[in-house]
């Protein structure tokens, strides 16, 4: 085994992660910002874009009619996607969304050389199956006697070390691949930036939630027919969102993708529907875990609203001409069809997933559904600011990676 990192220490950044989530246990998950927090917290991240070469925060609200605020930060020498978009109920909210989006690929990427080390998971003593729901279909069974990259990640629930394929962690997606990958998915899921540790980690962790969910719904047969959700009832901000994306000639659908964790996941999808011609026929989606069917719900609708401007925009390097030619007037009448003809036996909001209280119950509730061990890699910081960039893992998890 050769190493530029000592696997069998618990490092400062290991150690101050788990702590932080570990003291905040009985953090509520539905915790609001004001708006004093949201301005002070965009104005401190712009040293910190000079220094990661985010080079424009674009407002991109006045590209669609929905009015919700959206913003596109850019990263032009990102290894992975150039482009971040955010959104949030201000521009200051939407900004920081977008800037964090693009700071966690930009820590991703950067990974220092004395956190990596290399070895066999034979050597490492790797359990078993830990790791190899994420593997590649034509690395199942033949990976655990070659040699990889590692990083040192924390058991969340028991506090211990745990080696995590470090293919898992970073951003490189390069052409050809760095050394020593190619033997997992690549996929930015559980990646997240926060002001702290732990809400760097918990955003991460329901992202891994979600698309574990979102997988399992595209396995499950008659998931659009069984698992639409009635809107009703799912409180003020769903009732704004739907009310102002009507106003504007916008449908959305809703459907509950199941979790065994019973964290509410919902899956949202809009198409344009008013008289005229529509600014953008493409269908768009979003994809939401949260602590409350309400809150998973209102993010989602607020993601897939926020697709509709970055399509629009034309600047994602991931859609291309192909991308916007495959909106023919079969795939829109499909996606107008799914969306406004919901079946009678709608999920009500009353039989759903209960809320979320706190951190211990979110994390009681993935542990008791077997999708752990739970665990989480600092992957980057800077003290200046306070921001926290972290990676969850969920090795239990159903990967999800589909090209839409």
């Known amino acids: 085994m050769s190493s530029g990192a000592d696997p069998l220490r618990l490092n400062g950044a290991l150690a101050d992660l788990h702590a932080a989530i570990v003291s905040n246990l009985h953090m509520s998950l539905s915790q609001d910002q004001t708006a004093e927090d949201v301005e002070h917290r965009f104005h401190a991240l712009l040293t910190l874009c000079r220094r990661a070469r985010i080079t424009r925060i674009g407002d991109l609200t006045g590209l669609d009619r929905v009015g919700f605020p959206v913003v596109q930060a850019v990263r032009p020498a990102a290894l992975s996607e150039v482009t971040s978009l955010g959104r949030g109920q201000s521009t200051a909210e939407a900004a920081i969304g977008a800037i964090m989006e693009a700071l966690e690929r930009y820590y991703a990427e950067s990974i220092p050389a004395e956190q990596i080390f290399f070895a066999t998971a034979d050597e490492l003593e790797i359990a ?28 969340v629930v028991s506090g211990s070390r745990c080696p995590v394929p470090l293919e898992l962690v970073h951003t490189c997606y390069t052409d050809p691949s760095p050394a020593h990958d190619g033997f997992f998915l690549r996929t930015t899921t559980g990646l997240a930036c926060h002001m702290d540790g732990c809400r760097a980690f918990l955003h991460g962790l329901f992202e891994c939630i979600e698309r574990d969910a979102i997988g399992r719904a595209f396995a499950t047969h008659g998931f659009f027919d069984r698992m639409r959700i009635a809107p009703s009832g799912l409180g003020d901000r769903v009732d704004q969102i739907l009310s102002a994306a009507a106003l504007r000639g916008i449908s959305l659908g809703l459907w509950l993708a199941p979790s065994p964790t019973g964290v509410p996941v919902v899956w949202c999808q809009t198409i344009e529907t008013g008289p005229g011609g529509p600014i953008l026929a493409l269908p ?44 023919t007037d079969a795939v829109v009448a499909t996606a107008r069809q799914l969306i406004l003809e919901a079946p009678s036996g ?59």
């Open 346 to 404: 709608a999920v009500a909001a009353t039989e759903t997933p209960l809320v979320i209280s706190d951190v211990a119950s979110l994390l009681e509730r993935v542990t008791s559904a077997a999708l752990g061990p739970i665990l989480a890699v600092p992957v980057g910081s800077d003290d200046e600011t306070g921001v926290r960039c972290v990676r969850a893992v969920l090795p239990g998890a159903a990967p999800f990676f589909r090209l839409r």
């Open 128 to 155: 078993d199956g830990l790791f190899e729901n994420l593997l590649l279909a034509e690395r199942q069974g033949n990976w655990r006697s070659s040699t990889i990259s590692w990083i040192v990640g924390v058991d």
């Open 284 to 327: 768009t989606e979003g994809y939401s875990a949260g602590p409350s069917l309400a809150a998973a719900a209102s993010s989602a609708m607020l993601e897939a609203l926020s697709a509709r401007a970055g399509a629009i925009s034309g600047a994602r390097d991931d859609q291309t001409r192909k991308h916007y030619r495959k909106s």
